[in-house]
């Protein structure tokens, strides 16, 4: 009995030291994949502790009171891990309080003029009217995308300037000691954001456009060389299938995190190889190329993975025309992620597609064929794309040698690949 009341403490014991071993490990984990996610909580640290003392120096806490803590609570609402969301987030709290702010005052003033049975009633309408307004304004789309943060912060800021003049008789000063704090509270974070260890949401976004690109080309390498190389997919292992189509999806759920980050990065300033006014809205427009392709991917997919249906019977020539298809699309792709990366001028061919006609046994076949054209159209489509961004942004050329094939076209993006699937049913 003894023995077993022993136990029971030492199995709680083991499960909870089993378990704080496992978290310590999820931690270094993550530390590891991304060690900027450590330096960034680092920097949240030392922007705390700099605005604090604001609070421990006593002539400064003399000259804004307890208003000092809204410093610290603009730090860790405004503190982002990108610049363009600091940014974002900074001036939109610093322009919205000082809005809001005013109006405030303003209203403070003009209610008094009515007297003391008049004041609350127009103080009550005032933010009822504004707030109403400012809130339906986050409907609008772009105010959504970009100002949404700082109308809330609007509605906040006129609501406890009217509410509290009404009660507080200095409100004036009580107004110009918050204004003050969340200024420096703001200042804070855009200095420690842009000179210690600086996160660009611009270079994100280019990284992550270049990876799906990239993405997209190791599947249509995988494709040519798993199903049209020497087999037609019946000896492809399934655990090579499904590495093979496992690294698109998260293309085709990128949409949001390309949308916030062009939008973080339209507030940063110019820097390093991205000038001010860089065209981020054409990363978009790439964005979207790509996860057309990638939905046609998706759709081979079902079909090259489909237990219930026949193998691929083509010839060895049509089985040839589709590795190059597949395999020119992939040296096609590998190169605009290279050409994002590096900021040069692309340098393809894409007019592997056109002017061919491919013959297949089977609706499977076809269909599959039919899916490569649409994809080898998607492809020229994002060379255009590509090429447009190098020109807007004024990409450099790039002087290395090893571009492909050493030939340069730049395609109409519209023209689609004039590619022939003949379809014969063998019975």
């Not at 994949?33 to 120096?57: E, F, N, Q, W």
């Not at 899916?371 to 159209?377: C, F, T, V």
Request: charged residues 20%; glycine residues 8%; hydrophobic residues 45%.
């Amino acid at each position: 009995m003894e023995v077993e009341q022993m136990s029971h403490p030492e199995r709680v014991f083991d499960a909870m030291k089993a378990r704080i071993v496992q978290v310590l490990k999820k931690t270094k984990k993550l530390g590891k994949d991304d060690p900027r996610r450590v330096i960034h909580s680092l920097k949240v640290g030392l922007a705390l502790t700099l605005v604090s003392l604001l609070y421990y120096i006593r002539p400064v806490y003399d000259g804004f009171g307890v208003s000092t803590m809204w410093a610290v609570l603009t730090v860790i609402v405004v503190m982002e891990y990108s610049v363009g969301a600091t940014i974002s987030k900074g001036l939109n709290r610093a322009f919205a309080t000082l809005l809001g702010g005013s109006l405030g005052l303003g209203a403070h003033q003009i209610a008094e003029l009515l007297g003391e049975k008049g004041e609350p009633v127009f103080l009550g309408v005032s933010v009822f009217l504004l707030a109403s307004g400012a809130t339906f304004s986050r409907f609008f789309p772009r105010i959504k995308a970009r100002y949404d943060y700082g109308v809330t912060i609007f509605i906040l800021s006129f609501s406890l300037v009217s509410m509290s003049s009404y009660r507080i008789e200095d409100i004036v000063e009580l107004g110009h000691q918050r204004l003050s704090t969340v200024a420096i509270g703001v200042t804070v974070c855009l200095c420690v954001s842009m000179f210690i260890c600086p996160v660009w949401a611009g270079g994100e976004l280019q990284e992550l456009i270049a990876l799906n690109i990239e993405k997209l080309a190791s599947f249509l390498e995988g494709l040519s060389t798993l199903y049209f190389a020497e087999n037609d997919g019946g000896d492809v292992s399934k655990e090579k299938k499904n590495l093979l189509f496992q690294g698109y999806r998260s293309v085709l759920n990128s949409k949001s995190t390309e949308d916030a980050l062009a939008n973080f990065a339209r507030w940063e300033p110019g820097h390093g190889r991205f000038q001010f006014k860089h065209p981020w809205s054409q990363y978009l427009k790439i964005g979207t190329l790509i996860r057309q392709c990638a939905c046609h991917i998706e759709t081979l997919h079902s079909i090259l993975n489909s237990d219930n249906q026949a193998l691929l019977d083509i010839d060895d020539n049509t089985r040839l025309m589709l590795y190059n298809l597949s395999s020119e699309s992939s040296k096609t792709l590998s190169e605009l992620a290279s050409s994002i990366q590096s900021m040069t001028v692309p340098t393809v061919v894409t007019s592997f597609a056109r002017g061919a006609t491919i013959a297949t046994n089977g609706i499977k076949a076809a269909t599959v064929a039919s899916l490569l054209i649409e994809i080898a159209a998607c492809v020229e489509r994002v060379v255009g794309s590509v090429g447009e961004l190098a020109e807007k942004a004024n990409f450099g050329t790039e002087t290395t040698q090893g571009a492909m094939h050493g030939a340069s076209v730049n395609p109409d993006p519209t023209e689609a690949a004039e590619v022939v699937v003949v379809l014969t049913v063998v019975d």
